[in-house]
């Protein structure tokens, strides 16, 4: 199970951090992804991590812009969201796949948090 915390409501240029949290102890074992779905639109990735952490991918949208992090001592994953845009407004999921490879691909991972709105006003 994931549980998301963090989004909201920020100006255009501003910050926010997500969090999920896993309740599996394994938590190590899985790859963790991070998608969004803006009003209309389908669900898209932004930013994934290996189990271990030593690599990250990046949506183009989005690179330099998040950063994309776990604390597996923790079973947590982490989304920091800098210079946010309006374009960035979306409801974000995290999840996770029992495997190392990060995909860029949903429909490869298992296990999804509950979603969380993030609205960036202009």
């Known amino acids: 199970q994931l549980v998301q915390s963090g989004g909201g409501l920020v100006q255009a240029g501003g910050s926010l951090r997500l969090s999920c949290a896993a309740s599996?102890?394994?938590?190590?074992?899985?790859?963790m992804g991070w998608f969004r779905q803006a009003p209309g639109k389908e669900r898209e990735f932004v930013a994934a991590?290996?189990?271990?952490?030593?690599?990250?991918y990046y949506a183009d949208s989005v690179k330099g812009r998040f950063t994309i992090s776990r604390d597996n001592a923790k079973n947590t994953g982490l989304l920091q969201m800098n210079s946010l845009k309006p374009e960035d407004t979306a409801v974000y999921y995290c999840?996770?796949?029992?495997?190392?490879?990060?995909?860029?691909?949903?429909?490869?991972?298992?296990?999804w948090g509950q979603g969380t709105q993030v609205t960036v006003s202009s």
């Open positions: 599996e102890g394994t938590f190590r074992y899985y790859a």
């Open positions: 991590i290996t189990w271990s952490g030593g690599k990250t």
């Open positions: 999840a996770a796949r029992q495997a190392d490879f990060a995909s860029m691909n949903q429909y490869d991972y298992d296990y």
